[in-house]
């Protein structure tokens, strides 16, 4: 398969709540511009602007945003993208968050898990097949955490 990217930034947003004390949605970075993520209903996981997500994040009180660097090598960063692309958009939401390896519905986390798993990177830190979270993939050994703004 021909890889439609020049480049892969291999980064990963989340956001934290801090009502809730923990993390709350993750959206994988693309490229400069675009994120793809998969939100709750009436939404199917979708390609989206990084402007219009962090713009949305930013409208929620009590949220920042992070981004984290995950190190991954420049072929594998290529599948990831172009895995995502090509088989996880326009995804309903799952709401059974047990049946992480079925890919008709997905959720936030499991559509990162899934592009990851396809390059071997399992990005699950407790790797026992149950629900994904985002502090799952905030907590792996796979790269570093940065606060873009709260």
Same mark, same amino acid.
């Given at each position: 398969? *021909?890889?439609?990217?020049? @480049?892969?930034?291999?980064?990963?947003?989340?956001? !934290?709540?801090?009502? &809730?004390?923990? %993390?709350?949605?993750?959206?994988?970075?693309?490229?400069?511009?675009?994120?793809?993520?998969?939100?709750?209903?009436?939404?199917?996981?979708?390609?989206?602007?990084?402007?219009?997500?962090?713009?949305?994040?930013?409208?929620?009180?009590?949220?920042?945003?992070?981004?984290? *660097?995950?190190?991954?090598? @420049?072929?594998?960063?290529?599948?990831?993208?172009? !895995?995502?692309?090509? &088989?996880?958009? %326009?995804?309903?939401?799952?709401?059974?968050?047990?049946?992480?390896?079925?890919?008709?519905?997905?959720?936030?986390?499991?559509?990162?898990?899934?592009?990851?798993?396809?390059?071997?990177?399992?990005?699950?830190?407790?790797?026992?097949?149950?629900?994904?979270?985002?502090?799952?993939?905030?907590?792996?050994?796979?790269?570093?955490?940065?606060?873009?703004?709260?």
């Amino acid at each position: 398969m *021909k890889t439609r990217m020049k @480049s892969f930034t291999k980064i990963m947003g989340t956001l !934290y709540n801090f009502v &809730n004390q923990g %993390y709350t949605h993750v959206a994988m970075v693309l490229d400069e511009k675009y994120a793809i993520e998969a939100l709750g209903d009436p939404f199917t996981s979708r390609r989206i602007a990084l402007s219009t997500l962090f713009l949305n994040s930013n409208l929620q009180k009590n949220y920042k945003v992070s981004v984290k *660097k995950m190190n991954v090598g @420049s072929i594998d960063g290529s599948n990831i993208y172009n !895995y995502a692309i090509d &088989n996880l958009r %326009y995804k309903l939401y799952n709401y059974d968050f047990y049946n992480i390896n079925q890919t008709a519905r997905l959720y936030c986390t499991q559509l990162a898990w899934l592009a990851f798993k396809k390059t071997s990177i399992n990005i699950d830190i407790d790797k026992d097949g149950g629900v994904i979270f985002p502090v799952d993939i905030v907590l792996n050994n796979y790269g570093s955490l940065r606060e873009l703004y709260s």
